[in-house]
């Protein structure tokens, strides 16, 4: 691909060299013939230097506007713009060049030396135009009207750019037929040829009766109450609606500053816009460092292991229990980064302390993200002993190694559940909170992060809906009335990075999530977007709600005090930390219970020890009565009319 790039460019300014060579031999040709003889006479030394000069100037200046950079037969009118104003300068540069060197008795005035730019220009120009107006009458052959038709929603640049991408592509299966609008100036009129018809009532039927399959939605800046209203709009049509927009889980990504044509996904209809990432200082800190993940495989883990991975560490080590997540994302990172990245991977359970030991002391790393956990509410609600074994004494493992061995910095990945808790898993969540921040005297930089549930991350509700769809429904969801905080993978996690850049001792991250969305919106979404009508194809049905599951979920506990930070997606928590000999005490607690239910199949003597070491810990029957004069579900419904019916 390089290799062509390269042949392509060079052949491009090749022949440019040939037209001004030409020009200059040209130019001094019929100077001489029309000068007098008593002026003609001009040293070879001279005619090369001057033209040099000019050449010279002319082509540096066109690779330093990157004018080879362009594939002409797409180029639009900045690129004619650009080498324009380039040569304008390299001539401008040139004729001072050779005034500065007068003493060499250079050849042509000003005029002339203008002149010869000028021409340089219009020829170069005139060969790009006329390449590129061939390419596209070639193209625009017979198997153009075979290409599927397709209707561009949006009128502006976004739109036209597509438009003039489909249809002078010559791997286009699309064939541009027209635009919508809902701009006065435009109805009406063309646009590359295609008429703009008026976005209103009557566009569904106007679309049936042409030949178009597809509809593309071209508009920027477009958020998700919008998109969500276009894609019911348009499915109307009976025609496939995709969205020409910008990657949606590539948020820090190269490929993400590239518009592409997709699907709709339920990211694009979450009821809000994407959050927009800032880079404080991340690269920077992070390069160069050795970085542990625990839980490296898992949905969150390793996407951070991708993130560390962008900012060329020291050293990446994966750990993880579950062998199969390892070796993926092991092969997907080497295969992207080869030996750029120097990635180890080590299989082991963060409930060994020995283990976890030998493996931070092997290799002394700066900075740990402890995402291991176990996270399925309904399992650890009846296998609470390992949500205590894995949980709770795995991130007092890991953050003893931390201290032992001099890490810089230990990031515990925490969750909404684990404030005002109503299950095992929250509970335990809310326990290693307190392991990491009751160390607030040691030489290690503690801190923890809070969000809500992550869509597409494993056992989310996403995939459920997804398979259920697939199978022709119903889809299930416990109850109608219940809410959660949704965010994107990168997203998540680049908050994540960006808050343990910002960690000093102690603190608890918590994430601004948006607003919280309804789940019952979220199932209609889905089933819209796969091409159905809710309750009319596929039902949506109520099973109630699971052990340990409460109607909301909340990201703050409500009577600590909230601080900001430079990024506005981040707060801490300064909630009041117990102290060492407290947790410990906790503890003590937990290994009583789990001793005490090694043969117990269910989890009622974990409930009762972690009734008694958190606080906040409530039966969720208690939670949920009340749930209609929580904060989180008041503000759901008085937004609901900005969410999709």
């Given amino acids: 691909m390089f290799k062509s790039s390269f042949i392509r460019r060079a052949t491009l300014a090749l022949l440019d060299l040939l037209c001004f060579v030409a020009i200059f031999f040209a130019s001094f040709v019929i100077s001489e013939y029309f000068s007098e003889s008593s002026v003609r006479l001009y040293s070879a030394t001279s005619y090369l230097l001057t ?29 004619y713009i650009t080498m324009v104003f380039s040569d304008a300068v390299g001539g401008v540069a040139a004729i001072i060049i050779s005034h500065a060197l007068d003493g060499y008795s250079l050849y042509m005035g000003v005029w002339q030396s203008l002149s010869i730019v000028a021409v340089f220009c219009l020829v170069t120009l005139t060969l790009r135009f006329g390449y590129q107006q061939f390419y596209r009458h070639f193209n625009l052959n017979l198997d153009y009207l075979n290409k599927i038709g397709v209707a561009i929603v949006g009128a502006g640049q976004v739109g036209t750019l597509l438009a003039e ?33 008026k976005e209103d009532a009557n566009i569904i039927s106007k679309i049936k009766d042409l030949p178009v399959q597809e509809i593309f939605i071209a508009l920027p800046n477009i958020d998700g109450k919008t998109a969500s209203e276009l894609l019911e709009f348009y499915s109307q049509t009976g025609c496939k609606v995709k969205l020409y927009d910008f990657p949606i889980n590539q948020v820090e990504d190269e490929e993400s500053s590239k518009r592409v044509l997709r699907d709709f996904k339920i990211e694009d209809l979450l009821f809000r816009n994407a959050l927009k990432i800032r880079d404080s200082g991340m690269d920077k800190y992070y390069r160069g460092k050795t970085i542990l993940v625990t839980g490296g495989g898992g949905s969150i883990g390793s996407e951070i ?142 801190a923890c992060v809070r969000f809500g549930n992550v869509l597409g991350s494993n056992g989310s509700v996403i995939p459920l809906f997804r398979s259920q769809i697939e199978k022709g429904g119903p889809v299930t969801i416990t109850d109608k009335r219940i809410i959660r905080y949704f965010m994107t993978i990168p997203e998540a996690t680049q908050l994540v990075m960006e808050a343990g850049f910002m960690a000093g001792s102690g603190e608890l991250f918590v994430l601004d999530m948006g607003k919280p969305v309804k789940i019952l919106d979220l199932a209609e979404s889905m089933i819209r977007l796969s091409g159905y009508t809710p309750y009319k194809d596929i039902d949506i049905v109520e099973v109630g709600l699971r052990p340990g599951e409460k109607l909301y979920e909340e990201l703050l506990i409500k009577t600590e005090v909230l601080d900001k930070t430079d990024n506005n997606l981040i707060f801490i928590e300064r909630d009041r930390p117990f102290t060492r000999k407290e947790v410990e005490d906790k ?41 209609d004069e929580s904060e989180e579900m008041k503000t759901t419904n008085e937004a609901g009319e900005t969410v999709n019916s």
Avoid at 170 to 190: E, L
């Fill in 165 to 197: 991408e489909l249809k002078y592509n010559v791997n286009s299966h699309y064939r541009p037929i027209c635009f919508i609008d809902k701009r006065a100036d435009k109805i009406g009129g063309k646009i590359s040829d295609l008429k703009v018809y």
């Fill in 587 to 627: 503890l003590v607690i937990l290994k009583n219970a789990v001793a005490d239910s090694k043969t117990a199949i269910c989890s009622c003597i974990i409930k009762k020890a972690m009734k008694a070491v958190v606080p906040t810990y409530h039966d969720p029957e208690e939670v949920n009565c009340k749930a």
């Fill in 305 to 446: 292991c991708r993130q560390i991975a962008k900012r060329r560490p020291k050293k990446l080590i994966i750990l993880d229990i579950y062998e199969n997540n390892a070796y993926d994302i092991q092969q997907e990172l080497a295969r992207r980064y080869k030996d750029k990245l120097d990635l180890a991977v080590e299989i082991a359970s963060v409930r060994e302390c020995e283990r976890i030991d030998a493996i931070v002391d092997y290799y002394r790393p700066q900075i740990i993200f402890h995402a291991a956990a176990h996270k399925h509410v309904p399992l650890m609600e009846h296998s609470g002993c390992e949500a205590i074994k894995n949980n709770v004494f795995g991130t007092y493992n890991v953050a003893n190694a931390a201290e032992k061995y001099g890490v810089e910095k230990f990031i515990l990945i925490s969750t909404d559940k684990a404030v005002n808790p109503t299950n095992i898993m929250g509970a335990s969540k809310r326990l290693c909170e307190m392991v990491v921040q009751c160390r607030t005297d040691s030489d290690t930089s503690f």
């Fill in 51 to 79: 033209g040099s000069i000019f050449g010279g100037t002319l082509f540096l200046c066109r690779l330093i506007t990157s004018v080879y950079t362009n594939v002409w037969r797409y180029a639009n009118s900045k690129a």
